[in-house]
Structure formats: structure tokens, C-alpha cells
């Protein structure tokens, strides 16, 4: 479940009818009086009614379908979840200390924080606590769960706190949270273990085998070519950051101070020896005094890198780095923007600006002016060159038209999801994607409101296209493709992508999909390079990754991850990283050239770094 996972609006749809179902007459606040007497099914009607499942007679309004598609896959993870937390938590011959670590991202690092995805349903109760909302007798199961957690945390009132922070689900203010009695109902159910959910959820059959497919995906990077965002920017001589005059990509970040290297060489440091086995390049383009969370994005031009996470403060739950700090001249140094925001960065491809999630105004997209003025030390996105961007919901992305590089308009692309806020154990796998035959993207037309960037973008259009089965979708930089994996019976199945047909009118554009190609390899969201050549995606190794059990000893207590790339022209599926065991290679995308970014985290080291490999360029250069 993900950061906003349970969010639920109240129930007034059929509150008659709950009301007869559990002996009651009160508002929804009230429902869970009598759930204990209520049948099986009546209890599996309400509490499906309550998470936005598809019944026979329809839907509720309940806003967690809007993150994620409430199917019986879903719902096992979340009670899977749930009772495997819930059985910890019991266990009284565990310490209170270990009890609690199990909740963090890393057990082992008492600063990693809780991660609400090892917590299933119970992160949507979690902001109840013991307060004076729940009623022993009308919430007894909420009562205890209230007191359990109570005890576990006793005399460590800022740590309990951090705990309800990082579990509350919803996170964002403008969606309505469980009351106790919802969230009664929905966990006795749970606790009975789902009863009458296959009589009740009737799907179709997910699908189960993936054949790759590249012959269409050939031919659509020669079509755009000449058109792509990766194009437009090295027309119009956008600056790339880190790299010299003579415009060869492969140059880049060969800066020097004195005699020393700005940007390290990673396969020549002890903690990079091992990484490239294709001879390709890897640069160390900052080692972080801070740690992160969720997704790491970058501009086009590679100057800044946006975190969530970084140097917190009591209102700054973010950072953007500008890197271009290393290339002072009287030597390097480093320049952190902080900003009141949560997760989810994302920069448009023309360079114009950036969006950031869980901020004042949810969903924001701010002008690129910001960053680059020198006195810009904090941003509250209440700025002038802020503005808000309503109903773009979690983990998108932005496309963008290739048209005026200025100001045109831009696609921003969501789906259901799977969230990824890793820890640092061998623990650590591939999201288990849940999207189901009602999965759909959401693609969100935003047009500038002037002349320029600066007086910000509005939402003018909502359009959702069907994505059975297929989920954590992202968007190609000229939004012509959708990229999603594929959510089958016992795991993912790699990667649909999908073509993005669209035509603008008086009223509005007008899309449509048509699938392209498939992509048969593990990982986790993925990301398109702007030459639209190339799809990267990182991967948590297991045993099936090794060519023998000697050869996967070393990793097996501290787990990897490494970056994959598929190449659209020769068909070839790449692991361009090789990390060492305990080393995470993670949320891997592209800067307009080619280079590809990702951060790496430590779990010796417990340090974390961005990186830049030039894999993608090195492929292109040997297959043009």
C-alpha cells in the first residue's frame, strides 16, 4: 500500500442499507456497531463497499480506488500484510525494540523509517491510535490494536509519532481518513479471512505468459527521430550539464579541480570496482550527506536531482540538489534547495519546470527560474512560480507536446500502482503489482496560462484509457508512448507499451492506444529515453539472476539491485550494473542526451550516491 493508500470518503451512498446490514440506523462514523453480528457476506459486502471493490450492484465513491484498483489480488496483499505485521507485533518473545524494527524499511537502521507497505491494512487505522474516537466496546478490535501499538511505543512519544506519520494513509490532507468504525468493519473481515470474497469478486483471468515484441518499437524510434524530445533539445543547443564544449555526449563529466576528477570515475573506487562488465562509464556525481525516500528524478540537462527526503526540517520533507554547485570555481561545492514537499519529483523534457507531490497545494508544478535563482534556498511552492496542478494524482509522469519549446502543452500520465520505497535488505523484491481488468491510465492535459513558464500551467482536461491488467505506467517524453507492467497471475510480466494517439480540436484532444511491442524482463517502474530508444528499469536480484547457488552465496543475506536496459533497435535486455552484495542500484531514468541517472544506497555504508552511466550512449554508438 502507498503513502495514500485507504483513503476513503464517507460512505453516504447506501448508508440505509449498511445501516440494516450491521442493526444500526447511525451516519457512517457509526458503522461497526453491531459488525460482529453481521453474516458473512454482509460483513464482506460492507467492507468491500468500504475499500471501492466491484460489486454485483456497482461501486461505493471510496477514493482508494483512486491509487489503486481494489481487486482480490489487492486485498489478499493487504490482509497478507496485515497478518504477518499483526503476528509480530504479538509475539511477546520478541523484544518490544525488535518488534517495532520490523515495521521499518530496514530492520536494521533505527533511522530508515516504517514502511506502511510491510503493514497492509493496518496503516489505515494507524492514525487512530487510542485516541478518544475509538470505543472499546463498538471498536474492539481497533481498541486493541490502539493498545498494543500503545505499549510498544510506550515512553518513546516522538518515535510513536514518527510511526503514525509514516503509516497515515491518507497522507495528504484533502482526502478523508477511516473513521473507527469503517475501519472496524473493514479489519474484521480481514481478520476472518476475506470470507465470501470469491463469490462476491468475480474477474477475469489474468494473463500469464509474456512473448518479447520489438519489430513495431523499431520502427517508432526512426519516426521520431527527427522529432523526439532528444532531438528538439540538441537543436535548440540546450546546455548539457557537466559537459565541454566539443558536444560529444561521451565527454561528459571529465571536469577536473587540480588533479583531481570533480565527477570520480565509480569503477575506480572500492565501492565501484565491480559495477561495469560491458565497459561501460560510470561517475560519481555526488555523494549524499542525507538520506532519501521514494523516486529520484533530474532535469533534462542533468543540473538538478529532486529527492524526497534529504537535510529535513519541521516543514521540508524534500531536496532538490543543484549540482551544478560541483563546478564553482573555487572548487567544489554542494547547494541543497529544500522543499515543503513529500515525493513523486518529475521535470518537463523542454527544461521549462518541475512537479513535485505532497505539497501545499498536493500536486504542484513550479518554473525551472526558481532553481536556477542563486537565492532560492527553501521552496514552500506558495511561490509566484508555483502553481497548482488539481487532480494529477501519485507517481506520474510528464510528457510533453514537441512543439514551442516554450510553453506547449503537457501530459501528465497516472496509474495504479505499486509503491516503491525500498529498504536495504535481501528482503527487498520487485513490487508486486496488483492492477486488475479495470486498471486504466489517467493522462491530464495541463496548458500554460501565459506567455511563460512562470505563470504556471492549469489542468484544462481529464482523460482515462483503458490499461487492463497493467499498472505503474509511465509516459514517454513526447507522450506519444505509455510504458506499464504487466500485472499477471503469479507476478509481473514485464512491459506493455502502448502507442499514444492523439488530436487536438476546439474541444480538446482526443487519445487513443494501440499497443506496440512487449518487453519480456524483471524490474519495476520504467523509465524512456528522450530518443524514445530505450527502456530502463531496475531490478531486485534473486537466486533466478545467478547461474549457480556459489555464485549467488555472497548475495543471498544482503540482497542487490541492478539496472536493466532494453534497446528498442536491436532488441537486446542489458544488466548495465553489476553491484556489489548489499548495494541497491535504484529509480534509474535519463537526462536529454542519453546519460542515464540513478542513486545508488549503501546498506554497509549506509551512505547514498547519484550516479550517471553512459550504457545507453555506449549501445547507440555501437548499434547507431
Known sequence: MHRHALALSSLLIGATALASVIGCSAPSDEIGTDTAAATEEESARLALRMLGAKLPEGRSDATCQSCHDINKMTIRKWAGDYKTTMAVLKDES??????????????????????????????????????????????????????????????????????????????????????????????????????????????????????????????????????????????????????????????????????????????????????????????????????????????????????????????????????????????????????????????????????????????????????????????????????????????????????????????????????????????????????????AANIHVAVAKGNDADQGYQVMQNTTLPTSFRGDTMMARSGLLLGSRVAGETGALGYAIDKVTYQKSDAGYKFSLKSLGRICMPGNKANFSFDERFLVTHHYLTREDFASDAEFAPYKAKGPADIYLADFVTGKKMRITRMAPGQFSLFPHFRSDGWIYFLVRDATTKKESIIATDAALRATKESP
Not at 492514525?127 to 490494536?145: C, E, I, W, Y
Not at 462476491?200 to 500469464?208: D, K
Not at 518554473?367 to 535563482?373: A, K
Open 94 to 439: 520478541k523484544s518490544k525494540a525488535d518488534r517495532i524494527a520490523f515495521m521499518r524499511r530496514d530492520p536494521s537502521d533505527p533511522k530508515s523509517g516504517f514502511a506502511p507497505s510491510k503493514m497492509g491494512i493496518l496503516t489505515a487505522g494507524a492514525h487512530l491510535g487510542a485516541s478518544s474516537l475509538v470505543n472499546k466496546d463498538r471498536h474492539p478490535m481497533t481498541f486493541a490494536q490502539g493498545q498494543l501499538l500503545g505499549s510498544l511505543f510506550e515512553g518513546q512519544a516522538e518515535e510513536y509519532a514518527k510511526f503514525r506519520a509514516d503509516a497515515l494513509m491518507p497522507i495528504e490532507p484533502n482526502f478523508d481518513r477511516l473513521s473507527a468504525s469503517e475501519y472496524e468493519a473493514i479489519v474484521t473481515w480481514v481478520d476472518k479471512g476475506l470470507p465470501q470474497i470469491e463469490a462476491l469478486l468475480v474477474e477475469e483471468a489474468r494473463p500469464t505468459t509474456c512473448t518479447d515484441d520489438f519489430a513495431q518499437l523499431k520502427g517508432h524510434v526512426r519516426d521520431v527521430q527527427a522529432t523526439s524530445w532528444a532531438a528538439v533539445n540538441r537543436d535548440l543547443r540546450m546546455p548539457m550539464f557537466g559537459c565541454d564544449a566539443s558536444g560529444t555526449p561521451l565527454q561528459c563529466f571529465t571536469s577536473k579541480f587540480g588533479a583531481n576528477d570533480i565527477f570520480p570515475d565509480a569503477t575506480k573506487l572500492d565501492f565501484g570496482k565491480g559495477w561495469s562488465r560491458n565497459g561501460d562509464g560510470f561517475r560519481v556525481l555526488r555523494q549524499l550527506d542525507y538520506t532519501t525516500f521514494f523516486w529520484m528524478r533530474s532535469s533534462a540537462d542533468g543540473r538538478f536531482v529532486a529527492n524526497g527526503g534529504g537535510p529535513r526540517t519541521d516543514s521540508t520533507r524534500a531536496v532538490i540538489a543543484d549540482l551544478g554547485a560541483a563546478l564553482a570555481p573555487a572548487g567544489p561545492a554542494t547547494r541543497d534547495i529544500l522543499a515543503s514537499a513529500s515525493y513523486d519529483p518529475d521535470f518537463f523534457p523542454g527544461g521549462q519546470g518541475f512537479m513535485f507531490q505532497g505539497t501545499s497545494k498536493s500536486g504542484a508544478f513550479c518554473s525551472m527560474s526558481l532553481l536556477r535563482n542563486p537565492a532560492t534556498t527553501k521552496i514552500s511552492f506558495d511561490e509566484p512560480e508555483c502553481t497548482k496542478l488539481d487532480s494529477v494524482g501519485l507517481y506520474q509522469t510528464v510528457g510533453q507536446v514537441a512543439g514551442d519549446n516554450a510553453i506547449s502543452d503537457i501530459f501528465v500520465v497516472n496509474s495504479k500502482f505499486a509503491s516503491d520505497n525500498p529498504g536495504l535488505t535481501a528482503s527487498d523484491k520487485d513490487l508486486s503489482l496488483t492492477a486488475g481488468p479495470e486498471a
